[in-house]
C-alpha cells in the first residue's frame, strides 16, 4: 500500500475533462514538489509534470498540475482515446525516500 | 536525443545476484543524479536506489538496503544496480532514469525485466 494515496481508476468520455488526486502527508507532499508521470500500456514512464504544476516540453497544456496543502491534482482535459494509461504521482519524502503513488488507470470512453 | 538503454535482466534463482546496467547518451551524464526504478509485474512504480553525479550522496529503498548497490562510472556514461540476495518480490522491470534527488525523473529507459525463481 502506497503513502501517497491516489484513486485506482477513472473515466470520461471523449472531449471530457478529468482529475485524478495524490494524498499525502506534511512529510512528503505538503513540503515538497510533485511531480506526474504517463505510462502508456506496454511502455515506459514519461514525465507529465514536475514541480507541480510545470510542464516538460512538449507536453500539451491539456494536461495541468496543481498541489493544495497535501494533495495535488493532475488535470487532463479534451479527453483523447490516446490518454489512457495509467498517471503515477512522485514526490521526496523526508525519510530520504522518493514515493509514488499507488497508480491511476485511466478509461477514455 | 537523450537514450537511456538497461542490460543485464533475466532469470536468477532466490538467493542469486545479478548486476543491471543503464548505458546513457546524448547528455551530460556526469552532471545528473540517476536512479532506478522497479514495477512488479501488474503494480505500480517503485523507487529503489539514486545515486549523485559523482556518486558522493546515494540513497536505498529500505526494501533494497544492504542487498543492492548503486553505482556509476562516469567516463563510460554508465549506471550500475548490483543485486544480490535476490528474492522473489524483487521480481519486476528495472528501469534507470535521469534527475535529481528530490526532484522529477525527466528521462526514463526501456527497463529491463529481472525474474527471481526457482
Same mark, same amino acid.
Given at each position: 500500500?502506497?503513502?501517497?494515496?491516489?484513486?485506482?481508476?477513472?473515466?470520461?468520455?471523449?472531449?471530457?475533462?478529468?482529475?485524478?488526486?495524490?494524498?499525502?502527508?506534511?512529510?512528503?507532499?505538503?513540503?515538497?514538489?510533485?511531480?506526474?508521470?504517463?505510462?502508456?500500456?506496454?511502455?515506459?514512464?514519461?514525465?507529465?509534470?514536475?514541480?507541480?504544476?510545470?510542464?516538460?516540453?512538449?507536453?500539451?497544456?491539456?494536461?495541468?498540475?496543481?498541489?493544495?496543502?497535501?494533495?495535488?491534482?493532475?488535470?487532463?482535459?479534451?479527453?483523447?482515446?490516446?490518454?489512457?494509461?495509467?498517471?503515477?504521482?512522485?514526490?521526496?519524502?523526508?525519510?530520504?525516500?522518493?514515493?509514488?503513488?499507488?497508480?491511476?488507470?485511466?478509461?477514455?470512453? | 536525443?537523450?537514450?537511456?538503454?538497461?542490460?543485464?535482466?533475466?532469470?536468477?534463482? @532466490? *538467493?542469486?545476484? !545479478?548486476?543491471?546496467?543503464?548505458?546513457? +547518451?546524448?547528455?551530460?551524464?556526469?552532471? /545528473?543524479?540517476?536512479?532506478? $526504478?522497479?514495477?512488479? @509485474? *501488474?503494480?505500480? !512504480?517503485?523507487?529503489?536506489?539514486?545515486? +549523485?553525479?559523482?556518486?558522493?550522496?546515494? /540513497?536505498?529503498?529500505?526494501? $533494497?538496503?544492504?542487498?543492492?548497490?548503486?553505482?556509476?562510472?562516469?567516463?563510460?556514461?554508465?549506471?550500475?544496480?548490483?543485486?544480490?540476495?535476490?528474492?522473489?518480490?524483487?521480481?519486476?522491470?528495472?528501469?534507470?532514469?535521469?534527475?535529481?534527488?528530490?526532484?522529477?525523473?525527466?528521462?526514463?529507459?526501456?527497463?529491463?525485466?529481472?525474474?527471481?525463481?526457482?
Amino acid at each position: 500500500q502506497s503513502v501517497l494515496t491516489q484513486p485506482p481508476s477513472v473515466s470520461a468520455a471523449p472531449g471530457q475533462k478529468v482529475t485524478i488526486s495524490c494524498s499525502g502527508s506534511s512529510s512528503n507532499i505538503g513540503n515538497n514538489y510533485v511531480s506526474w508521470y504517463q505510462q502508456l500500456p506496454g511502455t515506459a514512464p514519461k514525465l507529465l509534470i514536475y514541480e507541480n504544476n510545470k510542464r516538460p516540453s512538449g507536453i500539451p497544456d491539456r494536461f495541468s498540475g496543481s498541489k493544495s496543502g497535501t494533495s495535488a491534482t493532475l488535470g487532463i482535459t479534451g479527453l483523447q482515446t490516446g490518454d489512457e494509461a495509467d498517471y503515477y504521482c512522485g514526490t521526496w519524502d523526508s525519510s530520504l525516500s522518493v514515493l509514488f503513488g499507488g497508480g491511476t488507470k485511466l478509461t477514455v470512453l | 536525443e537523450v537514450q537511456l538503454v538497461e542490460s543485464g535482466g533475466g532469470l536468477v534463482k @532466490p *538467493g542469486g545476484s !545479478l548486476r543491471l546496467s543503464c548505458a546513457a +547518451s546524448g547528455f551530460t551524464f556526469s552532471s /545528473y543524479s540517476m536512479n532506478w $526504478v522497479r514495477q512488479a @509485474p *501488474g503494480k505500480g !512504480l517503485e523507487w529503489v536506489s539514486s545515486i +549523485s553525479s559523482s556518486s558522493s550522496y546515494i /540513497y536505498y529503498a529500505d526494501s $533494497v538496503k544492504g542487498r543492492f548497490t548503486i553505482s556509476r562510472d562516469n567516463a563510460k556514461n554508465s549506471l550500475y544496480l548490483q543485486m544480490n540476495s535476490l528474492r522473489a518480490e524483487d521480481t519486476a522491470v528495472y528501469y534507470c532514469a535521469r534527475g535529481d534527488f528530490g526532484q522529477y525523473f525527466d528521462y526514463w529507459g526501456q527497463g529491463t525485466l529481472v525474474t527471481v525463481s526457482s
